[in-house]
């Protein structure tokens, strides 16, 4: 509860100079995810739901729940031990390839946005583990996040206009996903997402976190002057964060990827 009272009080703080941007959407949601976080039945039926979506792929490890000793105040789950993937020098010294684990990590989450809709939505180092094979370990399914079909959908389209530099294709997905309000004269946005794609496309994880952030703050608010109405829908609100940490992983296991 203190922690959501501090981040009220940062939200308030902030609607003062941004006042364009609906920040208390942002609020709710967090609000209601760190409340979720506190049931550990809800956080065992996470655990399990993701067990069964990776039970066909060996590279990812999911802890068993011991249901007979969890209640809604006690969570068991099977031990798993392994280095902490930010843990480079542990990773190398048993031999495990690190770009493997990157790409590898990079498929379960894949797999989880575009195929289940059901995502693991804290995956700071104390919460992944890697072991020799190379085999990941999640843990702690008390963040997590579901993603509609249609927003499933409106993903595949975006990432794939991303791939193939389709800057119209784009901007459409992120107008049925709602982040773009539907206007006449898109092409404003779809000129300015072709310069995005010019600067940021290509760059590496670790070239991107090498950036200014002032120059990307003048970004972000020459697309908020191009399209005053673009907000973050709730249900993307815990995905950016889990792209912002994938991001930082990624830059840590592989530099020049």
Same mark, same amino acid.
């Given at each position: 509860?203190?922690d959501?009272?501090? =981040? *009220? ?6 609607? %003062? #100079?941004? /006042?364009?941007?609906?920040?208390? @959407? ?48 006690v ?20 031999g ?22 059901? =995502? *693991? ?6 919460? %992944? #583990?890697? /072991?020799?094979?190379?085999?990941? @370990? ?28 389709d ?54 608010m ?30 840590q ?5």
């Amino acid at each position: 509860e203190a922690d959501i009272r501090t =981040f *009220h009080f940062i939200i308030r703080l902030l609607k %003062i #100079f941004y /006042r364009r941007i609906n920040l208390d @959407v942002i609020y709710s949601e967090f609000s209601r995810i760190i409340h979720e976080e506190l049931d550990y039945i809800q956080e065992a039926k996470n655990a399990a739901a993701f067990a069964r979506n990776f039970s066909d792929n060996p590279k990812i490890r999911i802890p068993a729940v011991y249901w007979p000793f969890t209640t809604s105040k006690v969570l068991t789950l099977e031990f798993l031990d392994g280095a902490k993937i930010t843990d480079i020098d542990a990773i190398d010294a048993q031999g495990i390839d690190r770009k493997e684990v990157a790409r590898d990590l990079a498929e379960a989450y894949c797999q989880m946005f575009f195929t289940d809709g059901l =995502f *693991h939505g804290d995956p700071h180092p104390g919460n %992944i #583990f890697v /072991r020799p094979g190379p085999e990941i @370990v999640l843990v702690d399914f008390g963040m997590v996040d579901r993603i509609s079909t249609p927003k499933k959908e409106g993903l595949r389209r975006g990432f794939t206009a991303i791939v193939e530099r389709d800057s119209l294709g784009l901007v459409r997905a992120l107008v049925d996903m709602g982040f773009i309000p539907l206007t006449r004269n898109l092409q404003p946005l779809v000129q300015f997402v072709d310069r995005i794609f010019a600067k940021y496309r290509d760059i590496s994880p670790g070239e991107f976190k090498a950036m200014d952030i002032e120059e990307m703050g003048n970004d972000i608010m020459e697309a908020l002057r191009l399209s005053p109405s673009i907000q973050i829908p709730n249900d993307f609100i815990l995905f950016g964060r889990v792209m912002g940490m994938l991001n930082g992983l990624g830059s840590q296991l592989d530099p020049d990827t």
